[in-house]
């Protein structure tokens, strides 16, 4: 910041009004053919598997109209290339940065517009992504692996040390490096690999592999039998990156962007450590456990409903839990082997769900309302979580 960086956001500033002002006719006449300017965020992984595919899916759920679709990816903006290949499919896709800045000022004062923060970008509010998965409900993927990348991964897998035919999980923790810029407000999101390391002998001893990823800066893990330290591999790649995530059996993950390019391609996650509470997975095989708040005032974690009947089920930011005195806790290695546990069980269609499960479950969704992030989310709380932790339901 400093009197430079005011001075140059006022002339970008000024240079977008007067485009918008020169162009408005251009504008008009493009939004009348049925240009729209799709406001998804691409340099966060997340964001650019989440919200094209949200559009998509309402488009054909016929819940908005066909449109001429335009994203703008200017050098260096894009999280994943090889992902944005995909939507390339689907999206006129703008590379060079100046044009993307005069398409942006066009539509700066929303004619040409499709604000696609609805989905998961709406502050204290409930993310439309939720509705839209809900909605989309058990139909297949809009994205699928070419049969290019498909063999190509198959050689890949090998090269990493997977052997053919066999299967396997992918694990995430996100880690203090993945986001330096906003470390000291979204810090609370993290967590330690450490704590995932039963969940990795439960998925290895059912037979499976587990390739752990992420990015370089994370701390290596130690050599364990079926285990691929892929994050920080010599091999890792965004083609790789985006195989890995359409072809796993399921991923672990957590509060992270990642696990979300296995979601549009209709692959499960068992998340950990979900934060903020009112936070859930989005589609119907998707599994969620909560990082539990612990409040130094009353000497003891806060139950699901002192959680979600205040604003504490949306907090965001670092200096929000300390305001309140409330610590986030990290989900315990038994938590977490049990959630992997749970969704193995269910995708080998074997997990035992009885009434008490059930019970528990409808009475922790009836807390999610209005509002609440994940509310109207088709994913399942973790049953076993919700088991071993009768307190959040205030039971004894």
Known sequence: MGPWWTLKRMIRRGSSFVLWLLLLPLTI??????????????????????????LLKEQA?????????????PPGGVANEHLLEYWARHFIVVRNALACFVIASMSGAGVMRFDASRYVRVLGGTQGAYRAYAEWGERAPVLELTSEDDAWGRTMLERLGVPQGAWFACVHAREAGFSPTDEEVQSYRNSRIENAF????????????????????????????RVVDYARHPLK??????????????????????????????????????????????????????????????????????????????????????????????????????????????????????EADADRQRQARALWKPGHYGYGSAATIGASFLRNHPELLGRA
Request: glycine content about 10%.
């Open 61 to 73: 759920l016929g819940r908005i109209a066909r449109r001429k679709w335009i994203l703008l990816a």
């Open 29 to 54: 006449a493009l939004h009348l053919a049925g240009f729209r300017h799709v406001t998804a965020v691409t340099d966060r992984v997340g964001h650019l598997a989440l919200e094209p595919d949200c």
């Open 237 to 354: 790649s965004p083609r790789l990156d985006v195989y890995l995530c359409a072809r796993a059996r399921f991923i672990l993950g957590s509060t992270s962007g990642i696990a979300l390019v296995g979601t549009v391609f209709g692959v499960p996650c068992a998340l950990a450590n979900v934060i903020p509470v009112s936070t859930l997975a989005y589609g119907p095989r998707d599994v969620s456990i909560p990082m539990l708040l612990r409040s130094d005032e009353l000497g003891r974690s806060l139950t699901l409903g002192e959680i979600l009947g205040s604003d504490v089920g949306n907090y965001l930011y670092n200096a929000l839990y300390e305001k309140k005195g409330i610590r986030p806790q990290e989900n315990t290695p038994g938590d977490i082997r049990d959630l992997a546990a749970e969704m193995l069980d269910r995708l080998d269609g074997t997990y035992a769900f009885d």
């Open 198 to 225: 039963e969940a990795i002998r439960e998925i290895t001893g059912r037979g499976g592999w587990v390739v752990r990823i992420g990015d370089p800066s994370m701390r290596a893990l130690p050599p364990m039998p």
